[in-house]
């Protein structure tokens, strides 16, 4: 069996996005309801966190800095010592609804910037979200409204990620009465998603599909919310392997590491009693036997 190893004790609310940032060695990620933007450095496990004034659904190395994608729009973090964030609005969202923010989210192979949107209250059901893209080729796009939706109609997407050679994108939609992930037609020079159908049908298997990555050899890992697990597709659609964690609900994994061989894991702490899984909300690392891709840097 696989070593999964605890290597931040986070506690987070909701652990979300990580990303690996192979220059300072560094896993970045966030805590989305806390709106909390954190930092685990590989060579020595220290711990570094910075708090923006609104919630952070997902991240993306832009720069010297990042890009975050929360309620209200797009905005560009530049993370400074003693815990001092600057939080510079790029782009403003309209929601349709009041109650939402963005959630999952992911830059293509070229640096476009894909979030999805949700309604912050899950029991509504409510298929209100859409998937925005971004590209940045305006620099004076400061205070301006998103792309409109590329896709429409979603409840809690999810488990965006881009094939190695970027022709493929995936989604997910994690809400209970969906479980779906979805394969498109991606256009690389376009950045236009067409074609749609259906990848997995997450009903018939263990979790709910959320956050997901790519690995070098085109597979799909994704966690299975609820089941405490991670599952791996092939390009396919086929699970080849499961990788049981020691908490219920994993939230997004992403690979980073020396060589790239690790895959880290982010997870949900519950309200409530938590006694039969101490560790919920923590930051998890195992080497599961396969290579992961660099994310790209958001253009921009």
Known sequence: MLNVELIVDARCSTGESPVWDAAGQSLWWVDIPLGRLHRWRSVDGAVSTWTAPEMLGCIARSGEGWVAAAQSGLFRLTPHDGGVLDFELIASVTHPHSGMRFND???????????????????????????????????????????????????????????????????????????????????????????????????????????????ADGCYWVCGNDAGCVHRFTPDGRLDRTIPLPVKKPAMCAFGGPGLETLFITSIRPEGDVSDQPLAGGVFAVRPGAVGLLEPVCRG
């Open 105 to 215: 989210g992911r830059c293509d192979r070229q640096g476009r910037l894909w979030a999805g949107t949700m309604l912050l209250d899950m029991a509504k059901a409510a298929a209100v979200g859409g998937l925005y893209r971004h590209t940045f080729e305006d620099a004076s796009c400061n205070a301006t409204l998103l792309n409109p939706p590329v896709v429409h109609g979603l409840i809690v997407p999810n488990g965006l990620a881009f094939s190695p050679d970027g022709r493929t994108m995936y989604l997910s939609d994690s809400h209970p009465s969906v479980q779906a992930i979805w394969t498109f037609d991606y256009d690389p020079d376009a950045g236009l998603p067409s074609n749609r159908r259906l990848f997995v049908d997450m009903k018939t298997l263990p979790g709910r599909p959320d956050g997901a990555a790519i690995d």
